[in-house]
């Protein structure tokens, strides 16, 4: 086991603890995670004395002292980050260091945090043995004493450290002193992408070490998917026994015992109890059997290929940033099995310890990662990069053997990974031999060599979907080393970062799900990232909001690319987590309208269908006409079946009609109640045509004429003599509709500079479509319509779009034809194309049949169902912490906008359009940075576009995929309007 080096000074100036090589002294060797055990624990959670120092002032030592008066001391809540509790301000960067880049030095302003806690043992403390005291996490160097007593010095934030202090302990008057430093030479290797958040961030914790105790153990338990047999055995230094009651074993430490089990894998996570007795102490913990390898360059559990439905998750929270709590994390996980999340990659720290007792307990395959990233060492072409030079290999070392030792008894992680973003070098061998020396039946994961030398798996960030198709062929570009290209060749692949979630997005999900489905070798991937890490404030009127980079003053930040993630900061599930869930459903529902027959395929990994119930329903308009239950074999993993569904009686009247079969919960679980679904499929029937009357009516046209002040009279609507544009509709004041092709450009939009694909958003501005003028080049009033023709176009350019506007009524409805020609050439794609138009506020209230309920996108369509849908103005918008385009919904055959009376608009369309309705202009969402910037007018400004282009994953991931990218071509789209009075 790498031992704890103590700081020893090196050539130049003499370095101080804080800033010597070394992962610090004075700590117990790691060892296993243990929950709980009959040995007596004090936790020493709480509010303590603090004190901020603006530097490291690391001679003044006299608040140690028992007798130090810190009356005068601020409180501090432990666990937590003295900058979340007032005092300083978080800071925000992504590669670069907040410091100057001279390692292993950190700057004299140095914020210092100092820290007491007053602790008395409880009454039946026992007597003898020995007292050990724990830090779960403290942020980035922590200096500690006891009574007076310096204990040690350990670095290493998201990593345990334990050191003997019974000696050192009194039955009352206990003072623990920790002094905090934000900076230190582990902060060069702790340059994650996140917050730098300093503090005692996770528990502190006294732990009774009774003579006899279990020192440490390591279990082992393998599954033989040939035999259905169990392998069970339990080192452990100090001897004992293990027992597995369910199972009726009873053996000695070190002895192996085979007996028939059932294996856990995540979709089945079966544990069974154990129990560890040792001379001094009785240590319960669960046993979950299972087996990873690589086979035939393919990573199995248990024998059988698994498909990672991941996400990439750091731990936040945004009033307590890295101070989770167990219900938190708890709620983490619910969410992601209710959204069909199968996998975590712990990115780029290992977890809190009792976040991987839930994943075993609830069943999600992790990827375990070490503490570790140097990524601002990029910045000048990886010049002093820590993991290639020998002095810094000890404190390497060291991380992983915290985290090893710490999780090496959870069923739930499958991979060890080395880091992150550490360029390459020699401590990262270092660290890949110790890792498989001490654990060889885990493979190793790390992403930042291209040539796989210290790994078992090949793994890649944002990689297109087009090279990602070539991997999964082996048909990759070539090492230059024909050896290692071989081993490499060889190797699964996965995508440990892709599908960038930042803002609207992310796009391209369902394009790289059918290629991990298609091809063996693809193993899935894990989504960047989990949560938005947006720090929670309110305005003065009480607003909440949330912060990201440059709203603390920081002289560098990266603004808001640290809210990336598939929930709000406030964990609301996001509309690209709801896409998710649907692109990776586990069941796949596939319907032929012309056969009458459905196609169930199971896309579990391991488990059945026997724990789920299906049902249908034929829909017409949106309203279920017959339903009922399907009767769905338990089909093994893999397994297809195709099933003929009844024949819904006739229903009446005309109307689209909709097939749906839904797949969900048989029974309660630990993570969902029964009839939580799963996955469900939709399709339309082949029987009925559609309903949509946006055509007008021949025999009851009515001629357009002109009038008093300035306007034409054309059935339902009064118009603008001059401009055309409609002012009226049956009383109802308007404002257009006039062509809009301008959207607030999303994150995904602006794009990252390192990407290779156009930055669209950039080149929409540039171009002016976000100022685009409008020119009437004539207004026709004809026997049977109103002809406008315009031209849009922007400011110094030739680009424009000639449009025609045909307006023709009806009875009481009135009907728009819009027909657009590109002039020019046009070599970008249109953000969207449609037309706007501008009503009035009072109209709160939104129905319309078509997708949803949520919003979507091209490239983010797949969670959209057709149906009746309703929801307030204010709830179609979705609160993306820096505002951006949002709200669209798809396939929209007709909507109706109400005031509260029941007046209000409706429209139809021809074909069916893409509906978005805020009250806010486009222009004033760009402009906003918050959310709390945006403030509602007295105009509902409604958008009814015939296209949108596609969102991508360019905020870090690839662009749209050419089939989803909006081109400027000729395009002909209709509506029809007509008033709502409170009866209809």
Same mark, same amino acid.
């Not at 060599?449 to 210290?454: E, F, P, S, Y």
């Not at 290209?485 to 060889?490: G, K, P, Q, Y």
């Not at 997005?505 to 790289?512: I, K, R, S, V």
């Given at each position: ?9 090196a050539?130049?100036?003499?370095l101080t ?7 610090g002294?004075? =700590?117990?060797p790691p060892?296993?995670?243990?929950p709980a055990s ?9 509010l303590?004395?603090?004190r901020l120092s603006?530097t490291?002032?690391?001679e ?5 002292r028992?007798d130090?008066?810190?009356s005068r001391?601020d409180?501090?809540a432990v666990?937590?980050h003295w ?10 960067t992504?590669v670069r ?5 001279d ?6 302003e ?7 806690h007053?602790?008395?043992l409880p009454?039946?403390?026992?007597a003898?043995g ?8 403290v942020?980035?160097c922590?200096?500690?004493w ?6 040690g010095?350990f670095?290493?934030?998201r990593?345990?450290?334990?050191y003997?202090v019974?000696?050192l ?5 206990n ?8 900076w ?18 996770r528990?502190?914790?006294?732990l ?11 279990v ?5 998917h040939?035999?259905?047999e ?16 369910e199972?009726g ?9 085979t ?9 089945v996570?079966?544990l069974?109890?154990?129990v560890?007795t040792g *001379? ?12 990873? =390898?690589v ?5 199995k559990v248990?024998g ?5 439905r991941g ?12 101070a989770l709590d167990l219900?938190?994390?708890?709620e ?9 999340v ?5 990115s780029?720290?290992?977890?809190h ?11 999600l395959?992790?990827?375990?990662e070490?503490?570790?990233e140097?990524?601002?060492f990029?910045?000048d072409?990886?010049?002093?990069n ?14 992983a *053997?915290r985290?090893v ?6 069923p ?5 990974s080395?880091?992150? @973003?550490c ?12 890792i498989? @020396?001490?654990d ?6 790390? @992403?930042g ?6 790994t ?7 990689a297109p ?5 070539r991997?999964?062929?082996?048909e990759?570009?070539p090492?230059d080393?024909p050896a290692l ?6 190797m ?12 609207n997005?992310?796009? %391209?999900?369902?394009?790289?799900q ?8 693809l ?5 960047? @990232?989990?949560?938005d890490?947006?720090?929670?404030r ?8 949330f ?5 603390f003053?920081?002289e ?6 640290v809210?990336?993630g598939?929930?709000?900061?406030d ?16 069941v796949?529902?596939?319907g032929d309208p012309?056969?009458?027959?459905v196609?169930v395929?199971n896309r579990?990994?391991? *488990?059945d ?8 329903s034929?829909?017409?308009?949106g309203?279920a006409?017959a339903?009922g ?35 969900v919960l048989?029974?309660d679980t ?8 799963v996955a ?5 029937a082949a029987d ?11 025999e ?7 009038a ?7 059935g ?6 001059a401009?055309?544009e ?5 009383g109802?004041a ?5 062509l ?9 939009d602006?794009?990252?500079p ?11 501005r ?9 020119r009437?080049d004539g207004?026709?009033?004809?026997d049977?319509?109103?002809t406008v023709?315009t031209?849009?176009a922007?400011?110094?350019?030739s680009? %424009? ?9 009806d009875g009481?409805?009135?009907?728009l =034809? ?8 046009w ?6 194309l449609g037309?706007?138009?501008?009503l009035c506020?009072?109209l709160t209230?939104a129905e319309?049949?078509?997708g949803g309920?949520?919003? *979507?996108?091209p490239?983010t369509?797949a969670?959209s169902?057709v149906g009746l849908h309703?929801?307030s103005v ?8 820096r505002?951006?385009?949002?709200g669209a919904? =798809?396939d929209?055959r007709?909507v109706r906008l109400?005031r ?8 139809e369309?021809?074909p069916?359009f893409?509906?978005t ?5 486009s222009e004033?969402?760009d402009a906003a940075a918050?959310?709390c ?5 007295d105009t509902l400004?409604?958008n009814?576009?015939h ?12 662009g749209v995929?050419p ?6 071509a000729?395009?002909?789209f209709g ?7 409170e009866?209809?």
């Open positions: 086991m790498p031992a704890h080096p103590s700081g020893s000074p050539a130049g100036p003499h603890y804080y800033e010597d090589f070394s992962p002294h004075g =700590a117990l060892r296993a995670w243990v009959d040995a007596a624990r004090l936790s020493l959670n709480g303590w004395w603090f603006p490291a002032t690391a003044d030592t006299a608040f140690t028992p130090f008066d810190a001391w409180i501090l666990p937590g900058v979340l509790g007032g005092h300083g301000a978080p800071a925000y992504n260091y907040p410091f100057p880049v390692p292993p030095r950190v700057p004299t140095n914020p210092t945090g100092d820290h007491r007053t602790f008395a009454e039946d403390w026992p003898g020995e007292t050990v005291l724990r830090f779960d996490g942020e980035s922590a200096r500690i006891l009574n007076g007593r310096e204990v010095v670095k290493g934030s990593l345990p450290a334990e003997p019974g000696h302990l009194r039955r009352r008057g003072v623990l002193a920790v002094r905090v430093h934000q230190s030479s582990a902060s060069y290797l702790e340059d994650q992408d996140m917050w730098w958040l300093p503090g005692v961030f528990d502190v914790t006294l009774h070490r009774p003579a006899g105790c279990v020192a440490d153990f390591f082992h338990a393998g599954w033989d040939s035999t259905g169990g392998t069970l055995r339990v080192d452990a230094p100090s001897g004992g026994r293990v027992t597995v009651p199972l074993v009873d053996v000695a430490v070190g002895e192996t015992v007996v028939p089990a059932e294996p856990w894998s995540a979709e996570p079966r069974y109890e154990a560890l *001379a001094g102490e009785r240590v319960p913990f669960r046993v979950g059997f299972r087996t990873v =390898a086979e035939d360059g393919v990573l248990n059988r290929r698994i498909l990672f996400v990439n998750r750091h731990e936040f929270h945004p009033e307590h940033g890295r219900g938190t994390m708890r983490d996980l619910l969410l992601m099995k209710r959204h069909n199968n996998a975590v990659r712990t780029h720290y290992p977890p310890p009792a976040f991987l007792d839930l994943c075993d307990e609830l069943g395959w992790v990827v375990d070490c503490d570790l140097t990524h601002g990029a910045e072409g990886w010049a002093g820590p993991v290639d030079d020998d002095r810094w290999t000890p404190a390497l070392l060291d991380r *053997a985290m030792e710490r999780d090496k008894n959870h739930s992680v499958l991979v060890w080395l880091g992150n @973003e360029g390459t070098g020699r401590a990262l061998t270092a660290m890949a031999r110790w498989r @020396e001490r060889p039946d885990r493979p190793l994961h790390y @992403e060599d291209r040539t796989c030398a210290d078992d798996l090949y793994s890649r960030m944002y979907h087009a090279e990602v198709e991997i999964g062929r082996r990759e570009e090492l080393d290209d071989a081993r490499r060749r060889a699964p692949f996965l995508l440990c970062e892709y599908a960038h979630a930042m803002g997005g992310p796009g %391209g999900l369902a394009e790289y059918r290629l991990f489905e298609t091809h063996e070798r193993q899935g991937g894990f989504v960047w @990232e989990w949560i890490h947006g720090i929670a309110r305005t003065p009127d009480g607003r909440r909001w912060a990201y980079g440059g709203d003053g920081e560098l930040h990266d603004g808001n690319f809210c990336d598939l929930l709000f900061p964990r609301t599930p996001s509309p690209g987590l709801v896409e998710y869930k649907k692109v990776v459903e586990p796949r529902i596939e012309v056969a009458g027959t196609r395929t579990h990994d391991v *488990a269908l026997s724990h789920l119930r299906f049902t249908w034929y829909e017409v308009d309203v006409a339903r239950d399907l009767d769905v074999p338990p089909l093994a993993a893999g397994g297809t079946t195709e099933l003929k569904l009844p024949l819904p009686a006739a229903a009446d009247g005309a109307g689209e009609a909709f097939w749906q079969v839904r797949a048989a029974r630990p993570w969902a109640p029964a009839g939580h679904e469900w499929g939709q399709w339309p009925r045509p559609g309903s949509l009357r946006t055509a007008p009516d021949p009851r046209p009515h001629r357009p004429r002109h008093e002040g300035g306007v034409v009279l054309l339902p609507g009064t118009f603008d003599a401009t055309g409609l002012r009226l509709l049956d109802f308007l404002a257009g509709p006039r809009d092709v301008w959207r607030a450009p999303t994150d995904n602006l794009g990252a390192w990407q290779s694909d156009p930055r669209h958003g950039l080149l929409w540039e171009a002016g479509l976000h100022r685009m003028r409008h009437v207004v026709v009033a004809g049977d319509a109103l023709t031209r849009v922007p400011a110094a350019g680009l %424009g779009l000639r449009t025609v506007y045909r307006w023709t009524a009481d409805r009135l009907h =034809a819009v027909a657009v020609t590109p002039e020019g050439r070599t970008l794609p249109l953000p969207r037309v706007r138009l501008g506020g009072t209230r319309w049949f078509g309920p949520g919003e *979507a996108y490239d369509r969670a169902r309703t929801a204010d709830a179609l918008q979705t609160p993306y912490v505002p951006q385009e949002n919904r =798809a929209v007709r109400r509260e009376d029941g007046t209000g608009v409706a429209i369309g021809g069916p893409w509906f309705a805020r009250r806010w202009t004033e969402l918050h959310t910037d945006l403030v509602p007018g400004w409604v009814l576009d296209a949108l282009h596609g969102i991508g994953s360019q905020s870090c991931g690839p995929l089939r989803h990218r909006l081109e400027a000729p395009a002909s509506f029809t309007f007509t008033t709502l009075g009866s209809r």
